[in-house]
């Protein structure tokens, strides 16, 4: 076992300083987001996470998907401190920047497919995904566009229109844009058609052929379809390849933007740069942001010359393409080409194989799935029925904090494995034996 000083829990959790700062911060800040347990960081190093107790806690999460790098990782420091000494802002909006130039000549060179691509910079996902949103219609000139049932891509008018993920993120918002047709994803554990997998004829995709595209929709009307190529906050839900496959084709036979969005599976997550090229699909545009610049913000809409021709004043940003963030990103590639995405594809397929033994010991498992460091347990209250445990779910995220592992649900009942990929055997370890520990408490309270 390791040597870390990690995980290392002093106090009850919250422990008083935390409980001070939750007191403040119900009374000062937005109530809007789900907090998952009552975590407050002070400082964070690697794989540590350290709150104002000084308990240490091993990060499962980067974050929610964003410190691929590790957290605070020295080189990133350093090019951030460099950069802010030379030169913090002065709008992408307005003014030139060398740093944009530079990192839109990476992400030409590194995003799927060998033709010469441009970026917009923006500042978070959501504003990734508007940005496709608008590309999509301005480039086509048409209005409709098609999402998936479980989608996630933000929380921002546009993109909430196409998010259908969980009621609350839309309730009381209502109308969002028009014309946005969801349909079922490829989620074939929970097969919206009943199906069996390899043995579906792909009917998430002929039936967009053959009924939705003959009834309701027409598709020289479509603009876009938006495609987490692996479903995030839906489950972490990884479609067969065919899926992809059946469904570039689709959009092929009618001139319809496939519209990747990467902002979770993005920068090496998966073990590869993008999971795109897993399922050997180059999009017409691609939405980057999370993991892209080890935590400062930033975010990133790529597609070819010829898609990202608007015209100035179409659309623009004061804050995005900020040359620290855009520094930072640099470095975060460097760093994940020389070797941080082999090592998420190397620790993720060591990580599954024990999570597929779990889930051969322990009934309330009913399904692994995940690439690279990309991971998930799917928890049931029974593998046949395979009826939600929401509540055995969280109850396993909560048990997990209180022994010093931070892990986040993803779905209606799945426990997602996100950490940096940074990630040891040794730390991968450590996870798994709380997490193992968890699984056989939650089953004591069960039964
Ligand atoms: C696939 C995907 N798209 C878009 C978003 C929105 O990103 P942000 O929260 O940075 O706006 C997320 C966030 O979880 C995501 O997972």
């Not at 998420?344 to 024990?354: L, P, R, S, T, V």
Request: glycine share 6%; proline share 5%.
């Amino acid at each position: 076992m390791a040597t870390n000083n990690y995980p290392c829990i002093r106090t009850k959790l919250p422990g008083p300083n935390a409980t001070q700062y939750l007191e403040r911060e119900k009374k000062f800040v937005s109530p809007s987001s789900t907090k998952t347990y009552p975590l407050v960081v002070k400082s964070a190093k690697g794989m540590a996470v350290t709150d104002v107790d000084d308990n240490v806690f091993l990060d499962f999460t980067s974050g929610v998907a964003v410190c691929n790098t590790g957290h605070n990782h020295e080189q990133i420091i350093a090019s951030i401190s460099s950069q802010a000494n030379t030169l913090i802002h002065m709008s992408g909006a307005d003014f030139y920047n060398p740093l944009q130039i530079q990192l839109a000549e990476k992400l030409s060179a590194i995003c799927p497919g060998p033709h010469t691509k441009r970026a917009f910079f923006g500042n978070s996902g959501a504003e990734a995904v508007e940005t496709a949103f608008k590309l999509a219609r301005y480039h086509t000139k048409r209005s409709i566009v098609i999402a998936f049932y479980n989608a996630f891509h933000g929380r921002t008018m546009g993109a909430l229109s196409l998010t259908a993920s969980k009621l609350n993120q839309r309730k009381h918002f209502l109308p969002l844009i028009p014309e946005v047709i969801h349909i079922p994803y490829a989620y074939c554990y929970r097969c919206h058609y009943g199906l069996t997998p390899n043995k579906c004829n792909m009917t998430c995709v002929t039936w967009i052929r053959e009924e939705l595209f003959k009834t309701k929709v027409p598709p020289e009307d479509v603009a876009a379809i938006f495609v987490e190529v692996i479903q995030g906050e839906g489950g972490y839900v990884v479609p067969p390849k065919e899926f992809h496959k059946a469904l570039y084709q689709l959009t092929r036979d009618y001139n319809i933007l496939y519209v990747a969005d990467e902002v979770q599976s993005g920068m090496g997550r998966t073990g590869k740069m993008f999971a795109s090229e897993h399922f050997d699909i180059v999009p017409d545009i691609i939405t980057i942001a999370k993991g892209i610049a080890s935590g400062l913000p930033l975010s990133a809409t790529v597609a070819s010359e010829k898609i990202m021709n608007w015209l100035p004043g179409s659309h623009a940003s004061t804050f995005g393409g900020n040359p620290v963030a855009c520094q930072a990103a640099l470095t975060t590639i460097k760093l994940l080409e020389d070797g941080l995405i082999d090592n998420a594809a190397k620790q993720g397929a060591y990580i599954i194989n024990e999570l597929k033994k779990l889930e051969r010991t322990y009934p309330v498992i009913g399904d692994v799935r995940g690439m690279g460091l990309m991971l998930a347990a799917e928890i049931v209250k029974d593998k046949e029925t395979k009826e939600y445990a929401l509540e055995v779910r969280d109850s396993i995220i909560q048990k997990a904090f209180s022994k010093g592992l931070l892990l986040l649900g993803c779905g209606r009942s799945a426990i997602r494995f996100c950490p940096p990929l940074i990630l040891t055997k040794d730390d991968a370890d450590i996870a798994l034996s709380i997490f193992e520990e968890c699984l056989k408490a939650a089953m004591r309270s069960k039964f």
